[in-house]
């Protein structure tokens, strides 16, 4: 069956709204991007075959909407509510119930169920503090993203790419949501205090 618009439907105790109702509200006025809904993708089993960001909104942004980090290899069901390139899952282990949350992601980080999770890459570490994800390792470089405190983060490597700068800064390679790489200071000028704790990969 092919996409229809996205209607008000409730789901559970989830309730979507509808795209015209998402177009008046002003966090969303500058969004162009059609939200539908696949009857065909409604519980549909999905496996992440890379880490990945989930947001509460389609937009997937701006960082202080983001939810948190799902590992390779979780599998999420799918509400059938799709926008492009983006897919709106239920969280919290698979199993429906009447109250479960649900998120955004990008849809290129789906695979279907079944599949072998990719091998972990990276090492991984806890924010201790918000992070600026930067273009390159320097306080000048471009912001590309950032991680709020606690959040999962994972080096690019393992072990990580490090590099000092001229302040003494150390700066660790990073790979973020989207699989591109960043940068963030993993301590502060003259390489003293720590923005990071290495923890287990998930």
Do not use: H
Request: proline share 9%; hydrophobic share 35%.
């Amino acid at each position: 069956m092919p996409p229809k618009m996205l209607r008000n439907f409730s789901f559970g105790a989830i309730a979507l709204v509808s795209a015209s109702t998402l177009a008046v509200a002003p966090a969303l006025a500058q969004e162009t991007r059609p939200l539908t809904e696949n009857p065909t993708l409604i519980r549909g089993c999905r496996q992440l075959n890379q880490a990945a960001e989930v947001f509460d909104n389609s937009t997937l942004g701006p960082v202080s909407n983001r939810i948190g980090t799902l590992a390779a290899g979780t599998r999420v069901t799918l509400t059938g509510a799709v926008a492009t390139g983006r897919a709106q899952v239920f969280l919290g282990g698979g199993t429906l119930s009447p109250i479960q949350p649900v998120g955004w992601l990008n849809a290129a980080n789906l695979g279907p169920c079944g599949g072998t999770p990719p091998p972990p890459t990276g090492a991984c570490f806890r924010a201790d503090t918000a992070l600026v994800v930067r273009s390159g390792p320097s306080a000048g470089s471009a912001t590309v993203a950032g991680y709020n405190q606690n959040d999962l983060v994972r080096a690019s490597t393992n072990p990580p790419t490090q590099q000092t700068t001229s302040d003494g800064r150390r700066w660790m390679q990073v790979r973020i949501y989207n699989g591109s790489l960043g940068w963030i200071a993993r301590t502060g000028p003259g390489g003293v205090g720590s923005n990071v704790t290495p923890t287990s990969c998930p």
